[in-house]
Structures are given as structure tokens and as C-alpha cells.
T-cell receptor
Framework: NAGVTQTPKFQVLKTGQSMTLQCAQDMNHNSMYWYRQDPGMGLRLIYYSASEGTTDKGEVPNGYNVSRLNKREFSLRLESAAPSQTSVYFC?????????????????FGDGTRLSIL | AQSVTQLDSQVPVFEEAPVELRCNYSSSVSVYLFWYVQYPNQGLQLLLKYLSGSTLVKGINGFEAEFNKSQTSFHLRKPSVHISDTAEYFCAVSAPGAGNKLTFGGGTRVLVKP
């Protein structure tokens, strides 16, 4: 079972370069998420997509853009990379949250993309 | 808004000894609580979750957690750890109005020594 697949696994960029991180899930989940993980700070939500066709900002969206290409795929783009964006990026997916409430559905994570910006 | 505090950033423990990882959250409303584990160079995996009902929740790999509403805590325990439990552990909360968004604690790194 593939689950959530992220590409690439590692990337080194120079300041000012752009790149797109890819994420695909095969669990037919409606909701998808992008997080960044920094030491001692846990995971912080960058953007999320509650369902196909919708995207919303999370806690730390500045410097990033996202595209929900279809139900399976959710990409994260860095338009002009900065050293502060050096981090490990995780994509996750889950069943859709219940309308009007909040969800008890766990999120399923990919193995991450380790991004270094020089 | 809710927040999650994991009180220990690192916990060294000897093999076959018990371990407790502390998690406190702040929220004025009822929440759902989760513990995730991250093994080296991997993504997060769900260990267990508290939704409602019994305050003692059992998860995978012999872990359990106890929900304490009055103390707003959700501590994770294992009575006897193995080398393979070396990992980082994250507590997370889901709250009304947040959809399925999770708020994570800063993580606790467990190092099991032989």
C-alpha cells in the first residue's frame, strides 16, 4: 500500500530558486495538508485543502503557494526560496471532516521532503 | 485557539523500563486528542486517539494514554520499552471550528538505551 507519496525526498536549492514539492495519496481521501517540521516546534500547518477545489491558509503560509490538482494530488510551491524555508516538509491526507463539527479522523503522513536552502 | 505543550523535549530511558511522556493542552471546549510516533527518516504514524468514553486509551505497540479533563492532560505511557521504541512522539489536538486541522506539540524525543 503506497498511502501518501512525496517527491522528491531530498533537495538542495539556492536562495531565490523556485521549486514544487509533489504529494499524491491513493486512499481516496478528501482532505490534504502540507506541514513543515522544525526542531522543537513540532509540525506547523502551511496550507490545507478540505476538499478538491478548495485550499486555505494554515499557520505559516507566507512564501508558499499550493495547488489541489485533483482529488489525489496536492502540490506545494516555493516561488523564491529563502534560507528560513530550510525544513522537512510533510504532506498528509485524511477523510473529510464532518460539516459543522470537527473530525476524529486521523491524518496519514508521507515520509517527508528534506529541503535545504543555501 | 488551542495549544499543546509537551513538557519534555528529550527522555532517555533504559530498555525494559517504563516511560511516560507528558502532554498538556489548552482549550475551552471539548477536543479530540492524538499521539503520533515518528521513527527516524519517516513520516508520522498514529499511535492512539481519544475521542470519547473511557479515559484510558490503548494503542499500538503496547502504548496507552490517559485523558484527564480536569488537568487538561493526555499523558502517554508504556510499561516496558524496547530499543525499537526510540523515536520522536507528538501529541496533537483537534478542536471544534478547526475542521480536521491538528495542532501539534513540540515533540518528545525518546532514546532507549540498552
Amino acid at each position: 500500500n503506497a498511502g501518501v507519496t512525496q517527491t522528491p525526498k531530498f533537495q538542495v536549492l539556492k536562495t531565490g530558486q523556485s521549486m514544487t514539492l509533489q504529494c499524491a495519496q491513493d486512499m481516496n481521501h478528501n482532505s490534504m495538508y502540507w506541514y513543515r517540521q522544525d526542531p522543537g516546534m513540532g509540525l506547523r500547518l502551511i496550507y490545507y485543502s478540505a476538499s478538491e477545489g478548495t485550499t486555505d491558509k494554515g499557520e505559516v503560509p507566507n512564501g508558499y503557494n499550493v495547488s489541489r490538482l485533483n482529488k489525489r494530488e496536492f502540490s506545494l510551491r516555493l516561488e523564491s526560496a529563502a534560507p528560513s524555508q530550510t525544513s522537512v516538509y510533510f504532506c498528509a491526507s485524511s477523510e473529510a471532516f464532518r460539516q459543522g463539527g470537527f473530525s476524529n479522523q486521523p491524518q496519514h503522513f508521507g515520509d517527508g521532503t528534506r529541503l535545504s536552502i543555501l | 485557539a488551542q495549544s499543546v505543550t509537551q513538557l519534555d523535549s528529550q527522555v532517555p530511558v533504559f530498555e525494559e523500563a517504563p516511560v511516560e511522556l507528558r502532554c498538556n493542552y489548552s482549550s475551552s471546549v471539548s477536543v479530540y486528542l492524538f499521539w503520533y510516533v515518528q521513527y527516524p527518516n519517516q513520516g508520522l504514524q498514529l499511535l492512539l486517539k481519544y475521542l470519547s468514553g473511557s479515559t484510558l486509551v490503548k494503542g499500538i505497540n503496547g502504548f496507552e494514554a490517559e485523558f484527564n479533563k480536569s488537568q487538561t492532560s493526555f499523558h502517554l505511557r508504556k510499561p516496558s520499552v524496547h530499543i525499537s521504541d526510540t523515536a520522536e512522539y507528538f501529541c496533537a489536538v483537534s478542536a471544534p471550528g478547526a475542521g480536521n486541522k491538528l495542532t501539534f506539540g513540540g515533540g518528545t524525543r525518546v532514546l532507549v538505551k540498552p
